[in-house]
Structures are given as structure tokens and as C-alpha cells.
């Protein structure tokens, strides 16, 4: 299950949830995760990725695709939103353990 870690943007101080670990909505709903989440590129290419390998396997592809990027996804979300100039605004033992699953040193 995923756990949340809330992020402040440096300049804007806009605050969004950041995940960390297996996400279970993108397991089971594919890339709409991404959309809910404004992330776009990542859910027009991975839709567009999934709708490829489910006519190419008959769904099979698509199947373990979708298992696999679970694993994934979060992690490089919250870390893309680091790049993008957030930053860890929640307790520090969450800062911590986000920081040790995404193997970010400490600034």
C-alpha cells in the first residue's frame, strides 16, 4: 500500500500529495491515476503504450504491464515533482522514510 508524503512547492507554495511504494489504483485502472493526478504525458504515453500491447497480446501485455509499472509509478511520480521544485513539508519521520525508498540524500 501506498504511502502519502505531502510536498510545498519552494516558489508557488502549492502543496500536493506525494506517493510512495505500490500503488494499487494504477495496478487496477491503468494510467487514469496519471490524469486524476494532472500528470498527462505519463498517462497519454502509457495509454497509448497499453492500448499498443493489449492489440498486439489479446490484453495479456497489458496485463503485466500494468503489474509492473504498480511498482513504479509512485516512486518516479513524487520524484518528478522534486525535480519540478517541491519540496518535503510533512513530519520528519515521513521526510525520512520518503527520502530512504526514493534514495534521496538528505540536503
Known amino acids: 500500500m501506498a504511502q502519502i508524503v505531502m510536498l510545498k512547492h519552494k516558489e ?15 495496478f487496477f485502472f491503468g494510467t487514469f491515476p496519471a490524469l486524476f493526478r494532472g500528470d498527462f504525458i505519463c498517462f497519454i504515453g502509457g495509454f497509448v503504450v497499453l ?3 493489449g492489440v498486439l ?8 504491464a500494468m503489474f509492473v ?3 513504479f509509478y ?9 525535480e519540478r521544485g ?3 513539508d510533512d513530519r520528519d519521520e515521513i521526510v525520512r522514510e520518503a527520502r530512504a525508498r526514493l ?3 538528505a540536503t
Do not use: D, E, P
Not at 57 to 64: E, L, Q
Open 12 to 26: 508557488s507554495g502549492i502543496i500536493k500529495k506525494g506517493y510512495i511504494g505500490f500503488s494499487w489504483t494504477t
Open 51 to 53: 492500448l499498443i500491447l
Open 57 to 64: 497480446t489479446f490484453g495479456f501485455g497489458t496485463a503485466i
Open 69 to 71: 509499472w504498480a511498482f
Open 74 to 82: 509512485n516512486n518516479w511520480y513524487t520524484k518528478r515533482l522534486l
Open 86 to 88: 517541491y519540496v518535503f
Open 103 to 105: 534514495r534521496i540524500a
